[in-house]
């Protein structure tokens, strides 16, 4: 009998006593906390900043083939960029061809909103691309690389893709923006959001 009056002490102490409200992170431009701790309904989170992904095939001339590549870049709330890059080069030459992948650490949305750079270091390197080029991506070596998402749906122009820039030690990052041509991609789909 004790034990059950002291359980109903309990019950009715701990459901009479009012809730803290937690803060919310949210978008002080837009919007403030009611004085009674709720947020407004018109308020949408971002849980964060710019981003970039995609992945597509793409077969252009000078490729004597096609790679198929993929990335994603996001941003947090605190401004740092994280990310990874990957291509897959299959060439008719059976001297060349190879798998990368690296890391992602810059990202620069252009101010048309679609068009974004981005740049990041080369983390593995199976086989040999592009000797021709004198594009020898090596471990430790900086990838540059720039895309352009054109919107969804069958009336949407092709998404593009610059290819990779191989500069080896030398200092670059997505801040700087190269003459690279675009390529429109044969298949996938690229989304950049500001």
């Known amino acids: 009998m004790f034990l059950l009056v002291l359980t109903s002490i309990f019950f009715i102490t701990f459901t009479n006593c009012t809730k803290e409200k937690i803060p919310l992170p949210i978008n002080e431009e837009k919007a403030a906390v009611h004085k009674d701790g709720t947020i407004p309904a018109e308020i949408t989170f971002r849980s964060s900043g710019p981003s970039a992904n995609g992945q597509g095939f793409l077969k252009a001339d000078y490729l004597e083939g096609f790679q198929t590549f993929a990335f994603h870049a996001n941003t947090d709330n605190n401004g740092n960029v994280t990310g990874s890059w990957e291509s897959n080069w299959q060439s008719q030459n059976p001297e060349l061809g190879g ?57 949407a122009s092709e ?36």
Do not use: R
């Not at 990041?120 to 000797?131: A, L, R, S």
């Not at 041509?181 to 959001?193: A, E």
């Open 99 to 155: 798998k990368f992948h690296g890391t992602i650490d810059c990202l620069n949305i252009l101010a048309d909103g679609k068009t974004a750079i981005m740049s990041g270091i080369v983390t593995h390197v199976t086989g040999n691309c592009c000797p021709y080029f004198g594009f020898y991506p090596e471990v430790g070596g900086i990838v540059w690389f720039e895309v352009q998402d054109n919107g969804e749906g069958a009336k």
């Open 159 to 194: 998404d593009k893709f610059s290819d990779w820039g191989y500069f080896g030690e030398f200092l670059t990052s997505c801040n700087d923006e190269w003459e690279f041509f675009l390529w429109p991609i044969d298949n996938g789909n690229i989304q950049v959001k500001p």
